[in-house]
């Protein structure tokens, strides 16, 4: 077991640790896994709405915005085109949801069905010009589609573009595109998945309701030092900060002609401040008697919306601000500008609370497109989970109850096993509508009916691919031993499209190397590559970019697309490309641990790093921790599955259940066996009881003959 475990930096754990009063371990990982600035410990640390980026950040944001409040004010028909995947789905439901609840009265949703391609196409465009929409939006797709909305902007239907995949050399030419993967276009994270920029967009259409809604004003604040005033301003636009100065000045020396700050508050914003009266006097030491501002104070709407901050300052206030915590500058400012967008986005439920319903589904199809766990994306799944577990929407209630979780403080693992296969599996089987109905109803019978659809199309989804991976099992072994063991290749007639990754995945967890899967159908191939440790699936496919259409994806699942005319000779590239591939030896794999634990440390305290470290995913696993010399006290039976193996660990002043998935050697472990291995923390839910447990990654058994 070849194990790493990262250097870190004593001087930035000691400051993490000082500054966000976090214990030892856990600054220590934290600065191990890259967590530099207030920004990045921030992402970890909070989940509310206020610290996501906003989209108005995002520069054709407005303009969508205008768009679409005019076709609802002109009762205009409106088409949301999605994809049939799980982002796809969620991302077309939060739209429709979203607009229906704006008061759209003619909305309809269009998703790829049957053996249909992903994307627009121009029988779509026909479909469109003869049902007479006047407004189409894109979620999770319409990047790539410029001849397809040329022809829809052409004869008078303004398309608006919801997409997170890379756009080529030339933009659609769409009325606006809100694509945070588009450089210089405006938006600070280009992770987002397709569902997180439908319920942006959706977010910004609901604060377009709101007063805040193109507004523009001034935050300030005055604070004294010695023989001088500091004044800090900042100016915002639909709650976006745009600018902002910071002035001394010197106690009955002011001079306004010298002045900048007078300049930067002579624009006839409004100006908002904490305790009106107080934040005068300080201008008055500043300004002296002859110079009038007028402010706005928020101390009664702060104290309505957050009852705890009554009867303290803004310097209180600023003492204990987890927002200004986070940032370099002024603590009083950024809490004041903490306290005011709070206040401002909390006074709306369609801003706040009834956003972390939207969040649920965000949640559940970012996890599903295997999005990056970073940024902003953490909070946005932190907060759809908690949410998800705490008050799940209509929809999802019995969905959750058939899958045993109901009352559970539900994961990533969760939705990726119990939640996302089964709404996927309506796509796959060529009815992704299916999937959107049950997400679109509030009506608890009809969603029961629906969850009973869907679940019983995911077994149909199962049957259909042991029966597929039976058939091509045999391909599968001849072609890794036509590549001497480096890699699995599968190319069927039989295989359906929406198969191709599930398939994939299979076939390289049972041998542990690289396997692409494809389909051909209707003159387009399509595949996925999915791979293990030691392989980067998106670099590898970046080798054959030439022969795509589209492909995407991170280093352990990717796709891609391309005309079967171009099939063999892609076929002779990809095995030149897999012919100069090494190949990975398993024994030489190096496994990163984010820490080794001494015995005295092996307590409940790592299963809390673990929530900290949560929610998990692409680019932030799961928390790894490395111990040596445990002793396996017991091994339990698992009823003949030899998928796993269960037994009890005893390291420390306690004993720890374990499971281990797939091990990689089932012989050499047996009961009093001195091991050393690598787990996750984890919790076992069961009957309503929950049970801490141990994950196992890997585990060698260590040589006591000579103790």
């Excluded at 997170?164 to 600070?188: K, M, N, S, T």
């Excluded at 994306?377 to 045993?404: D, E, F, H, T, W």
């Excluded at 299916?434 to 679109?440: D, F, P």
Aim: proline share 4%; glycine share 6%.
């Amino acid at each position: 077991m070849n194990v790493r475990i990262p250097q870190s930096d004593a001087s930035k754990v000691r400051a993490i640790k000082e500054r966000y009063s976090l214990d030892l371990l856990s600054a220590t990982v934290l600065e191990r896994r890259g967590a530099k600035s207030g920004e990045d410990i921030l992402y970890y640390l909070e989940n509310d709405v206020i610290y996501h980026h906003s989209p108005f950040e995002a520069e054709d944001v407005p303009i969508a915005v205008d768009r679409i409040m005019d076709a609802l004010e002109e009762d205009e028909n409106v088409l949301v085109f999605g994809d049939r995947d799980v982002d796809g789905v969620t991302a077309a439901a939060i739209m429709v949801r979203s607009l229906k609840k704006l008061g759209f009265r003619n909305v309809d949703c269009r998703l790829p069905t049957g053996d249909e391609p992903y994307g627009l196409t121009y029988d779509i465009v026909t479909e469109i010009l003869e049902k007479g929409y006047t407004l189409v939006i894109t979620v999770d797709c319409g990047i790539s589609s410029i001849g397809e909305i040329a022809a829809l902007e052409k004869n008078g239907v303004d398309v608006i573009v919801l997409d997170h995949h890379i756009a080529g050399d030339e933009l659609p030419p769409a009325l606006a595109i809100f694509d945070p993967r588009i450089e210089g276009a405006g938006y600070p994270f280009p992770g987002l998945a397709g569902c997180a920029v439908s319920a942006k967009m959706a977010w910004a259409l609901f604060f377009a309701q709101t007063p805040l809604y193109s507004s523009e004003c001034i935050v300030l604040h005055a604070e004294p030092r010695n023989g001088t005033v500091r004044i800090n301003a900042v100016r915002l636009e639909n709650l976006v900060e745009i600018d902002r100065i910071t002035e001394e000045v010197v106690e009955g020396a002011f001079s306004a002609e010298r002045s900048r700050l007078m300049e930067f508050l002579a624009v006839n914003l409004p100006i908002f401040v904490l305790d009106g009266d107080v934040e005068k006097k300080m201008l008055r030491r500043a300004f002296g008697n002859g110079v009038d501002i007028a402010l706005v104070d928020i101390r009664e709407k702060l104290d309505e919306i957050m009852p705890r901050t009554k009867g303290h300052s803004l310097f209180d206030l600023a003492t204990v601000s987890r927002a200004a915590m986070y940032q370099d500058g002024d603590r009083e400012i950024e809490t004041l500008l903490s306290l005011f967008r709070s206040i401002s986005i909390h006074s709306y439920p369609s801003l706040s609370s009834e956003y972390d319903d939207m969040l649920q589904l965000v949640a559940i199809g970012t996890i599903a497109d295997l999005m990056p766990m970073k940024d902003e994306n953490r909070m946005i799944v932190k907060r759809g989970l908690m949410m998800l577990s705490k008050k799940p929407i209509p929809p999802l209630v019995y969905l959750i109850a058939r899958q045993n979780m109901t009352g559970k403080k539900i994961n990533t693992r969760d939705i990726s096993f119990y939640i996302a296969p089964v709404i996927n599996a309506a796509g796959r089987m060529g009815d992704p509508n299916a999937a959107l109905k049950l997400l679109l109803t509030d009506d608890s019978a009809e969603a029961v009916t629906l969850t009973d659809n869907l679940l019983a199309m995911n077994k149909a989804r199962q049957k259909a691919e042991e029966e597929v991976l039976s058939a091509v099992h045999g391909k599968a072994v001849e072609k890794l031993s036509e590549t001497d063991g480096k890699f699995i290749i599968v190319d069927d007639p039989s295989i359906p499209r929406g198969l191709t990754g599930a398939i994939a995945s299979k076939l390289s967890s049972e041998f542990l190397v690289p396997s692409i899967v494809m389909a051909d159908v209707d003159g387009r191939v399509s595949g996925s590559m999915r791979c293990k440790e030691g392989w980067d699936a998106k670099a590898f496919l970046d080798g054959l970019a030439g022969y795509f259409e589209n492909y995407g994806g991170h280093s352990k699942a990717a796709g891609f697309s391309l005309p079967s005319e171009r099939k063999e000779e892609f076929m002779s590239a990809l095995s030149a490309a897999i012919e100069a591939e090494e190949g990975i030896d398993a024994g030489s794999i190096e496994i990163t641990a984010d820490a080794q634990i001494p015995a005295e440390y092996m307590s409940e305290g790592l299963w809390k790093l673990s929530e900290l470290l949560e929610p998990f995913g692409q680019e932030n696993n799961a928390l790894r921790l490395y111990i040596k010399n445990a002793r396996i006290i017991d091994m339990l039976p698992t009823k003949g599955d030899r998928r796993m193996l269960r037994f009890t660990v005893n390291f420390g002043r306690y004993s720890w259940p374990a499971i281990w998935w797939h091990p990689t050697d089932r012989e050499s472990f047996r009961k009093g066996s001195v091991v050393n291995l690598i787990f996750t923390p984890d919790t076992n839910y069961w009957k309503g009881q929950s049970k801490m447990q141990m994950l196992i990654e890997d585990m060698e058994s260590v040589d006591t003959a000579g103790s």
